[in-house]
């Protein structure tokens, strides 16, 4: 398992997708920042939730997360599907299940890193500010409640990306959900069944109306990530993708 992590990261080395998930991310940690900037001169008390994180998090929950799930997934994915790369990788004397597990790994590793990348920064950001309060506990409950609810979309993109190998169908998948969710957001009896909406809304659940609903948004997005990946493992076991 651990040389097949290597080789994973052995090939983001030649990939650009660190390097765009790292822009994608700081487009973000930018616009929070701006926001901050601007409304400090208007002698705002609590500027660094009302503006530092919520100008970061509204476009970063909305669109960039989502939108670096199906880019780090799908074009880890394709890596392997454009260059007839599974022939080489299991004629190799490796189990197809470690395969699937250490590029399932790597992927939430690099999308861990967007958020703790979008983290490190908000902190940075809020100190060159000038801030005096960071609510350092409020607002790592708010990131880890976005990574959990997010990890519908990661199960849901994953199997598409190894289940199809033509590179279009979870981008438009991915990217073309991620859209709308935010006027579904909106929505107090209809976002629950909509998993694209659950990070915008549970990162900013004191603007959106939540109904209570928190711990089944949770179990919705943890059910739907065993369930698909599952799925996929299974089927990646039996695929014959010689």
Not at 59 to 87: F, G, Q
Not at 122 to 129: C, I, Q, T, W
Request: glycine share 6%.
């Amino acid at each position: 398992m651990k040389k097949l992590l290597q080789v994973e990261f052995y090939k983001l080395r030649r990939s650009k997708i660190i390097l765009i998930t790292t822009i994608l991310t700081l487009f973000a940690l930018f616009q929070g920042w701006m926001f901050a900037k601007m409304d400090r001169t208007e002698g705002v008390e609590d500027v660094f939730r009302a503006f530092l994180y919520q100008g970061s998090i509204a476009v970063y929950s909305w669109l960039i997360l989502p939108l670096i799930i199906t880019i780090v997934l799908a074009m880890m994915a394709r890596m392997e599907h454009s260059n007839n790369s599974w022939k080489q990788l299991l004629s190799l004397p490796v189990e197809k299940e470690k395969v699937y597990i250490s590029k399932l790994l790597v992927g939430m590793g690099i999308i861990l890193y967007s958020l703790v990348l979008l983290y490190v920064g908000m902190v940075l950001a809020a100190y060159l500010l000038g801030l005096d309060e960071i609510p350092f506990l409020w607002i790592t409950e708010r990131f880890m409640i976005m990574f959990l609810s997010s990890l519908g979309i990661t199960g849901v993109i994953f199997y598409l990306s190894y289940q199809f190998s033509h590179f279009g169908v979870p981008m438009v998948m991915g990217a073309g959900l991620a859209f709308p969710s935010m006027l579904v957001a909106n929505s107090e009896k209809y976002w629950i069944f909509y998993p694209w909406d659950y990070p915008i809304v549970s990162s900013l659940n004191h603007v959106f109306d939540m109904s209570g609903k928190n711990l089944i948004m949770l179990i919705v997005s943890i059910f739907l990530f065993l369930l698909t990946i599952c799925i996929g493992f299974l089927r990646f076991r039996t695929k014959d993708v010689l």
